[in-house]
């Protein structure tokens, strides 16, 4: 009998421990928000060990764990934040020194990611590095005129942001709507801040095809880095997407309900097709800017670094939020895409029911971001082409735009002028294959996306439509061009634009790019590449050898 009451006990032990495990109720990250037009934030960066029940591992985080906290801001604040250092010295990291290559994995610094802020001085100058033990100070200046909406932090220095992204470092930056400006409906409906993290301990395969940069365990290696992983799985996906810390966690809602979950992919490699079978999904806006007006949808894309604001209406019941692969929507996402398929979500719709409305209307954007279509093409001068492509005969691979691995902040690809508008074609080469697009300072209007402005499917497989303001948008490989336009407004200075899968750009899928005043002179653009680039090297420094023997 005693055995008997054992096992009996045991049997409940895990039914409970089943229970607690799949039924987490779903946090919110902590939230820090700016006071009388000041928020000051000090971000601490440290080793942690993570610990859920499906994985565990050491990484380096935001403040002591995962996610960084959300940091709420208005338009016109100050935004002052202090980032301290606190990893260890590296004692690798000459192994690691190649550039274009992973290295320095303990170097840091910050990225407001989707905010139109400067790219220079103490701002958002991504070029600045805070070496272990260091501390750097930012500064900046929210406008007044500044759309309201959601964006985020992650660290940005090159060669290092794919580990530090995947080992978690990541958090929300919400911009509140105006009270007077914004329908009632809109402000009164509760809402949940969504950071979407990608956890991965394996090298994944594509349809046949098998990504080497996406590994955790590889991205320790490949960065010298001497901070052990030493990761514990329990199950054999080995592949996760955590949702503020929590796998697979539970939401509670009301019955006919809208509630709006402001999500942010911040992984740093999988794209993400959110489906929520048997319930309602409107998208409010993308990547922080509102829709010109609410998109009803059955499926929401979100590749790393963008973000979406979706209303969510359940009938009573059970559901479940998760990324699946379709093969319907191969042509668009792409067959050999990295996309990821598994749980984010379960939401759980109980109670009485509620009947609040959509808002009749989405608030309106700033008058600096005013419709682009119906504007005459650009001239040539203002008009830029970007082709991308990969090698991967090579180890590391080489990520390419237009022939060429990521040159350095002193060789910008192209030159513009504040009030000038620009227009942007891109094209990627890898048939199959994504590399979503994200420039800082300035969101951009789609003009064109697939070379059919009216392809519905394409639409409803991407969440991209023609006239959507982006700052982060799928690039497609294929026999076609994505285009888009904006007009560089308020902010000069060196910024760049990139693909935001991180080990893309952290292996050369950067450019940087100078924004002058309107009655500046531009800089010549000068490319220096391969070979060029270390024959010019030699040549500086003979010529520095030479003056030094002149003047001794």
Same mark, same amino acid.
């Given at each position: ?113 989707? !905010?139109? /802020? $400067? =790219? ?9 590095? +805070?070496?272990?033990?260091?501390? %750097? ?113 539970? !939401?509670? /809602? $009301? =019955? ?9 992919? +911040?992984?740093?490699?999988?794209? %993400? ?280």
């Amino acid at each position: 009998r005693s055995k008997l009451m054992m096992m009996v006990n045991i049997i409940v032990g895990i039914l409970a421990f089943t229970i607690v495990t799949h039924c987490e109720l779903l946090s919110q990250p902590d939230t820090q928000e700016s006071v009388d037009g000041l928020l000051l934030v000090q971000l601490e960066v440290s080793d942690y060990r993570f610990i859920s029940d499906i994985c565990s591992f050491t990484t380096r985080v935001y403040n002591g764990g995962i996610p960084g906290p959300t940091l709420r801001l208005k338009k016109g604040d100050v935004f002052n934040l202090t980032l301290v250092n606190n990893l260890g010295i590296e004692e690798y990291a000459w192994l690691c020194e190649k550039p274009n290559t992973m290295q320095h994995p303990n170097r840091t610094n910050i990225h407001v990611h989707g !905010l139109h /802020v $400067s =790219p220079i001085g103490i701002a958002d100058d991504i070029f600045r590095i +805070a070496e272990p033990g260091d501390t %750097l100070h930012y500064q900046y200046h929210i406008p007044n005129d500044h759309p309201s909406g959601l964006f985020w932090y992650h660290p940005h220095v090159h060669g290092c942001v794919s580990l530090q992204l995947s080992g978690g470092m990541a958090g929300a930056i919400i911009i509140e709507d105006d009270a007077n400006r914004t329908p009632q409906e809109l402000l009164d409906m509760p809402e949940h801040v969504l950071i979407l993290q990608h956890f991965i301990f394996k090298q994944e395969i594509y349809n046949g095809y098998q990504s080497t940069h996406d590994d955790f365990n590889l991205l320790v290696q490949m960065s010298c880095s001497d901070m052990p992983l030493n990761a514990e799985t329990h199950d054999e996906k080995l592949s996760y997407y955590f949702v503020n810390g929590q796998f697979n966690p539970t !939401l509670r /809602v $009301s =019955p006919g309900e809208l509630t709006r979950l402001r999500m942010v992919n +911040a992984g740093h490699a999988e794209l %993400l097709e959110l489906v929520i079978p048997g319930c309602d999904m409107y998208v409010l806006a993308m990547d922080g800017i509102y829709l010109s007006e609410i998109m009803e949808t059955s499926r929401v894309l979100l590749v790393p670094g963008s973000r979406a604001d979706i209303a969510l209406k359940c009938p009573d019941g059970t559901f479940e939020l998760v990324s699946k692969n379709d093969p319907e929507f191969d042509e668009y996402i792409g067959h050999y895409s990295q996309r990821h398929t598994g749980p984010i979500l379960i939401v759980e719709s109980q109670g009485e029911q509620v009947n609040n409305a959509l808002p009749p209307y989405l608030p309106n954007i700033p008058d600096y971001m005013s419709d682009l279509l119906t504007k005459d093409p650009p001239s040539e001068e203002n008009t830029f082409r970007m082709v991308f492509d990969h090698i991967n005969t090579t180890m590391p691979h080489k990520f390419l735009i237009n022939d060429e691995q990521f040159p350095g902040k002193k060789y910008p690809r192209h030159n513009m002028k504040i009030g000038q508008m620009q227009q942007y074609h891109l094209k990627n080469l890898e048939r199959g294959h994504n590399h979503p697009f994200h420039q800082h300072v300035n969101h951009f209007q789609v003009v064109s996306f697939r070379g059919d402005d009216h392809d519905s499917k394409a639409t409803l497989a991407t969440t991209v439509s023609v006239g959507m303001w982006r700052d982060t948008v799928p690039l497609l490989g294929g026999d076609y061009e994505v285009v888009f336009r904006f007009v560089p407004h308020r902010y000069t200075g060196v910024t760049v634009h990139h693909c935001h899968m991180a080990s893309h750009a952290d292996m050369g899928m950067v450019q940087a790019i100078e924004i002058f005043e309107a009655d500046e002179n531009t800089d010549p653009i000068i490319i220096v590449t391969g070979e060029d680039a270390d024959s010019l090297g030699v040549y500086v420094c003979l010529s520095m050898l030479l003056v030094l023997v002149l003047f001794c």
